[in-house]
Structure formats: structure tokens, C-alpha cells
């Protein structure tokens, strides 16, 4: 009896401690998520696997276990033997950088006056970027790299072995040359064989240099196969309105004899480009580049937007990858290029020449030469002795003088065509029903006054290239950044007079003074200028007046309070100044009385036509003609 007791309690036993370890397994499933992130995480190495196979890889060889490596090094340290055999299987002779004292995730401080940078031993690059004398809308420092949102491998063949730098223990030796800050980051496979990047920060710059570079290691890379240096970086948000900041950052690039090109700003985008000589993730008002002596002979960009929804998606702007086809010479690569991590700032980026001038969005063709030559230094100017408010209005009050003859004769004509309103009424009312008949007087009577509308409208065409040119200066003008004017704390963000407790959409959760002010002074020269037309019968085919005057104000107001109040500011003080212009010009300057003295004057004087004039004039009589004729059949 004793004995079954004794087998019976045993096999309780194995089953309660069965029923335990099940319980713990059931714990300790993973959940969906972490499922779907194992399944993702095993497409992309798939993907990674089927791009490298593409390239000539051999995958019968023995691929390198990132993860695997990385534990293994920690244990060499320690001595391990069976660690370190473990490790040369997998990372042949790189094996020996993990038995230096460097084996650790230790970093080393580069700084100068403007930059604080941090490498890390393992994988040599920089994991922190911070600039000093700048902060973000909340008075935090701005970060272009921290906490692993950026990374830089050196992928190659080695040993029948695919190796990522990135996963890989560098040994630091810090030195300085003058003024300047050196760091040599080596990966060894020996004492006097490695991968060295080289970083060099002069004091006072945003730019340093930055090289890669191999010694002796021409039997243990595979330069035969393809050999790609690969930069990743997601943005930071740096602004109060992480849509607006999202919609000015942007990865750009030079390529092919100095041609330039972009990404899509506003959907994900990818490009294969040759001969890359630089390129620019930009953050909107900082960036991060990369630039080169020697051009990368291929290069695959890649721009994700990461701002789906502005409620949700709060930290990061945009995902940007580049990865460099490298080319070896004699076995060895060597590759002096340049960082920098500072403002986009158009005089900053000129002072550097390379053509760097060419990643700000200063617009295209002649919007960005008038930036270039007119607005940006003129602006300059005035910011250096001005607060930036004040040197914005000023600003626009010197651009308006610029163009006051152009708009002059704007006026004019307009003032011309409202004198002849009588008589043109008597025309079509003398020609009722005849609309070729009336087209053809009316356009005798406007040559002979001097008022042609084409006059009318050529001044205005000629102001749209100043007018887009500051449109696309204003959101990009680095001086404008946390500089305060009357109430707005910031004129490179929006300005706030109220929040709301809800978010409407296309306009936010705050409501802007700027832009308001703006839009009623659109109104009011909106109503000066249309009221006249808005009087006379609509005409057919013709845009609804009346709707437009509405519809101009209504999307400043809505599309602009999300936007940088400068840019507010301009339109305010530019449409006040308009309507002061037009007044006066109609009060003191054009005399009705004596533009229609002097039209009857005209009339009594023969006319010539220009050439087009008399075509016109001719087209228009044998239309007549063939009316007539065929009225009479």
C-alpha cells in the first residue's frame, strides 16, 4: 500500500509541475504584435538577403548573425576561448576586434563651439548631434541625432562572410591637429590592419570632416563584390506645427555635373541616382549632409513621411536612407567627404560654395535668382540692425517702391478704363445683339484712349515672380527663427492669441491673429479693386467676381494659421500698403477729369495701329463681312 502511495503522489507531482509549465508558456507567448514585428523583421532580412543575391553574393557561404556576434563579443572580454572561436567562425579575421579593450559601447566626446558630437565605439559613427546655440519651439536643445534615430554601416564581403560595421567594436584614439579636433575610429583585424573613419571638427564650424578608409585588409575584403556605405536618419520635430516643419524638410542631392534634384516632400519616394557628389537630409530649418570628394558611383535614396496624422504621429517628420555604392582602387577604398550638421541657412550653405545654395527651397528659375540676388541680401541687411518684425515691413515697403511704376501704370489704366465706362456702355447699347460689332469698337475706342486692359494686366503679371519669390523666402528664412514681433513669440512659426479645446480640421487647435488681420486686408483691396466690376453684368464664361472676393481671404485665413507668421506679417503690411498706394494714387495723383480731357483730345488726332493692332482690326471686319453675307442668304 505504502508503494502505490508512493507512485500515486510522484505522478501528482509531474502533473502539477506539467500543469506550471504550461501556465509559464502560456505567460510568456509572445503577443500579436511582437509576432507581426518577428514576421516583418524576417521579410526585410528576406528582402536585405534577395538584394544582396541580386548583387553576386554567394549565400551558400556562411552569413554573419548580427545579434549572435554582438553577445559573443562581450564574452572574448572575459577571455572565453570557445567565445572567441565562436566569433572568428562568424566574423573571420574582424574576430580580433573583439579582443581589444575598445569591445564596449564606451563613446567619445567631439565638440567645438557650435557642435557637440558623440561616437561610439561600436560601429564608429556619431549617435548624438547636438547643436549648442539653437534650441526647439520648447526651449530644448536641437538634436539631429540622438537616441539611435540615425546609423552608418560599411556592408562588405569578406571571408565568404556578409559584415555590417555598425554591430562592430572600433578602437578610438582622439589627437588634435592645431585647432582642430581629430578622432580616428579603427575597426582592426590586426595591430596595422583595419577600416578607419576619421573625424575632424575645426573650431567655430558646422561642417567637419570625415573620411573612410582601409589598410592592408586588400586579402580580407572581397572588393570584387559590392562594398556600400549606407546612411540612415529619421528627423527630429523641431517646431510647434510638425505639418509645416514636415512640409519643408525634404531630402535633397547633387548629381551628374552639378544637376540637383529632391524627393517627394509629401509621399514616401525613392530614386537611383549616379555620381552623387552630395546630399541633404533636411529638417526643414537644420540639416544633415554628406558630401564628397569622389562621387559615389550609385546611390539609393529613400524619403518616408512619417507624419500620417499630426494628433498621433508627434516626434519624428521624415525616415531618410542612402546607400552608396562604394569603389575600390588597388584593393583598398579610400573616400574623403565631409559632414555637416547646422542651420539651413542660405549664407551659411554659400560660404561652404559646392553648390550647397542648392538644397535651400529658394524656388525655381527666376523666383529663386530674385531670392538669391534681391530678397536674401536686402533682408540680410535690414535684420542685422533691425528687429526681424520691423525688417520685414521695411522690407516690404522697399519692394513695393521698386515696383510703384509698374503698379502705377496698373492704376492708371484701370483708372483710364473706368472714364471710358460711359462710353462703352453707349457702345453696346448702340451694338446690342452685335457682339462682334461691339468687341470691334470697343477695341478701337481703348486704342485710342491708351487703355487697353492688356496694359492693365501686363504690371500685374510682372509683380508675380517678386510676389512667389518672397512667398517661398519666408518660410525658409533661417533669421526669422525664434525671433518675436507685437505677439507672436516666433515669426517662423504661427502665432497664438487663442487655443481651443477641439481641432478643426485644415485649420488646428488655435486660432492666429496675423492671418486674420491679413485676410480682412485682402478683403478691403479686394472690394476696391472688384467693386467696379462686381457692378456690371456678369459676363459669360467669366470667373464669379463676387466669389472670388470671398474665397481669397477665406483660405488665407484658414490655410495660414498653421503657417509662419512672418510670412502673415508680409501680406499684412503688403496689401495695407496697396490699398495706402491706391488711395492716394486715386486722390492726388490720377485726375479722372483730366484722363478724360485728354481721351477726347485723342479721339480728335489720327490714331496709328501696330502691326498686331491692324491684323486684329482686319480679322474682326471680314468676320463682319461673312456674317452679313450670310445673314443675307
Known sequence: ????????????????????????????????????????????????????????????????????????????????????????????????????????????????????????????????????QHTIYDGSPVYLIKDGNSSLNLQFFSENRIINSEELYFEPSFTSNGDTNVLSMKLKTSENNFIEYRYELPPNEYMLGFSVRTQGLENVITTSQPIYLEWKLKGYRHAKSISYENRYSRLTYEYEDEDHSKLSPASDDEELEKNVTWMNFRQHFFSSMLLTDTPFKEVAFKS????????????????????????????????????????????????????????????????????????????????GFLPAGIAIILLTILIKLILSPVQYKQYLSQAKLKVLKPELDEIKKKFEGNKMKIQQETMKLQNIAGASPLKGCLPALLQIPVFYALFTFFPSAFDLRQKSFLWADDLSSYDTVAELPFNIPFYGDHISLFPILASIAIFIYMMMTMGQTMQ????????????????????????????????????????????????????????????????QENKKKPKKQNRFQRKMAEMMEQAEKQKKAGKRR
Not at 340 to 362: C, H, Q, V, W
Not at 589 to 598: Q, S, T, W
Open 1 to 132: 500500500m505504502e508503494e502505490k502511495k508512493f507512485d500515486f503522489n510522484t505522478i501528482i507531482g509531474f502533473v502539477l509541475i506539467g500543469g506550471i509549465l504550461l501556465f509559464m508558456l502560456y505567460q510568456n507567448q509572445p503577443t500579436p504584435e511582437e509576432l507581426e514585428a518577428e514576421k516583418a523583421k524576417k521579410e526585410q532580412i528576406s528582402e536585405e538577403n534577395r538584394t544582396l543575391e541580386k548583387d553576386g553574393l554567394d549565400f551558400d557561404s556562411e552569413v554573419v548573425s548580427l545579434e549572435q556576434a554582438t553577445s559573443e563579443l562581450a564574452n572574448v572580454n572575459t577571455g572565453d576561448s570557445l567565445a572567441f572561436s565562436n566569433l572568428k567562425n562568424r566574423l573571420g579575421s574582424f574576430a580580433y576586434s573583439g579582443t581589444l579593450p575598445s569591445a564596449t559601447d564606451d563613446t567619445t566626446i567631439l565638440e567645438n563651439d557650435l557642435l557637440y558630437l558623440t561616437i561610439s565605439n561600436k560601429g564608429g559613427y556619431i549617435t548624438e548631434a547636438r547643436l549648442k
Open 304 to 383: 518616408i513621411d512619417l507624419v500620417k496624422d499630426e494628433e498621433i504621429d508627434t516626434v519624428f517628420t521624415k525616415y531618410y536612407g542612402a546607400k552608396m555604392l562604394l569603389e575600390p582602387k588597388g584593393g583598398s577604398i579610400s573616400y574623403n567627404m565631409n559632414m555637416y550638421y547646422g542651420p539651413t541657412d542660405y549664407r551659411i550653405f554659400k560660404s561652404y560654395g559646392r553648390n550647397l545654395d542648392e538644397a535651400m527651397p529658394m524656388g525655381w528659375g527666376i523666383f529663386g535668382l530674385i531670392n538669391k540676388f534681391l530678397i536674401i541680401p536686402l533682408f540680410g541687411f535690414l535684420s
Open 536 to 599: 456690371q453684368q456678369q459676363q459669360p464664361g467669366m470667373p464669379n467676381m463676387k466669389f472670388l472676393m470671398y474665397l481669397s481671404p477665406l483660405m488665407m485665413l484658414v490655410f495660414f494659421n498653421n503657417y509662419a507668421s512672418g510670412l502673415s506679417v508680409y501680406y499684412l503690411t503688403s496689401n495695407v500698403i496697396t490699398i495706402g498706394i491706391m488711395l492716394v494714387v486715386k486722390k492726388f495723383i490720377i485726375d479722372e477729369d483730366k484722363i478724360h480731357a485728354k481721351i
